[in-house]
């Protein structure tokens, strides 16, 4: 079992940055593949972005890319998301996500945290 806890969340503008952590309590961190899902008003959760285990492999939303980079540290049982230019259609909560080993989908979720950007 791992537990997350998303944080870095706020209200920024256009074409600012912003850094999303989480951080994973439990056995075994360097197991899972990471991954930040999405969920603006009204819309169904995305994907966005995902890491492997030991951190040489990542896929990115095509929206995402080129402006998001994903990163994780197994010593500190931490996945960062960088997120750089954001516009006002990155509003959403972001979640922290992990899957593990031999599953399909990813089985344990963060609570999540908010990330507004202003036109």
């Known amino acids: 079992q791992v537990q997350l806890v998303e944080s870095g969340g706020g209200l920024v503008q256009a074409g600012d940055s912003l850094r999303l952590s989480c951080a994973a309590s439990?056995?075994?961190?360097?197991?899972?593949?990471m991954g930040w899902f999405r969920q603006a008003p009204g819309k169904e959760r995305e994907f966005v972005t995902a890491i492997s285990q030991s951190g040489t492999s990542r896929t990115y939303a095509d929206s995402v890319k080129g402006r998001f980079t994903i990163a994780r540290d197994n010593a500190k049982n931490t996945v960062l998301l960088q997120m750089n230019s954001l516009k006002p259609e990155d509003t959403a909560v972001y979640y922290c996500?992990?899957?593990?080993?031999?599953?399909?989908?990813?089985?344990?979720w963060g609570q999540g945290t908010q990330v507004t950007v202003s036109s």
């Open positions: 996500a992990a899957k593990a080993l031999g599953y399909s989908d990813y089985n344990h």
């Open positions: 439990g056995r075994s961190f360097s197991s899972y593949i």
